[in-house]
């Protein structure tokens, strides 16, 4: 019975959301989605809400939240995706039997210069460079992340000199 109170309480809040998402938002079918959305994960999540705590705070947390994660999930599909340079596939063709050979050359330079790497320094940046955070390869290596983020910093500075001579194509940084 709790449970069905919380969740008239939760709904009860809806005019409230519906003006907060506003301010978020601009519009008002983006708007009732975002209070929708919020509606769901209150309902979902009940169980994580303290009684006798601010139930409008709360919901106004998790409206946020979600307008802040959609928002970024949004601009990197935005990031991704780019449609203002429609090639034909005659231009890819050419394009790419060009750069054959040439990237064949930039990758055996890169393979070199990462074989080059101490194996202290190599194993964190290869690890970060897959899209492993910090904590995660200290973790796995069991050393202190300032020390994980001390030897992707060298690695980082020893690629850039010793691939110096494509600073212009390429930024490393």
């Known amino acids: 019975m709790k449970n ?3 969740n008239h309480q939760i709904c009860d809040h809806r005019s409230c959301l519906e003006a907060f998402a506003m301010k978020f938002t601009n519009d008002v079918e983006d708007a009732n989605d975002l209070v929708q959305d919020t509606l769901i994960k209150a309902i979902r999540y009940h169980a994580m809400y303290k009684q006798g705590t601010n ?22 599909k935005l990031a991704l995706i780019d449609t203002t340079d ?7 063709r050419n394009s790419a039997a060009n750069n054959q050979a040439e990237n064949k050359f930039v990758m055996e330079d890169i393979h070199r210069a990462l074989a080059k790497l101490q194996p202290e320094y190599s194993g964190p940046f290869l690890r970060y460079f897959e899209g492993y955070k910090y904590h995660e390869i200290a973790e796995e290596l069991e050393i202190p992340i300032g020390t994980v ?11 850039k ?13």
Request: aromatic letters at 10%; charged letters at 30%.
């Open 4 to 6: 069905i109170s919380l």
């Open 55 to 76: 139930l409008r705070g709360w919901l106004y947390t998790i409206m946020r939240n979600t307008f802040i994660n959609d928002y970024r999930k949004s601009s990197r």
């Open 86 to 92: 429609d090639l034909t596939p005659y231009q890819l």
């Open 149 to 159: 983020k001390t030897r992707i910093h060298v690695a980082r500075q020893v690629l």
């Open 161 to 173: 000199e010793q691939l110096k001579m494509y600073k212009d194509r390429v930024k490393l940084n």
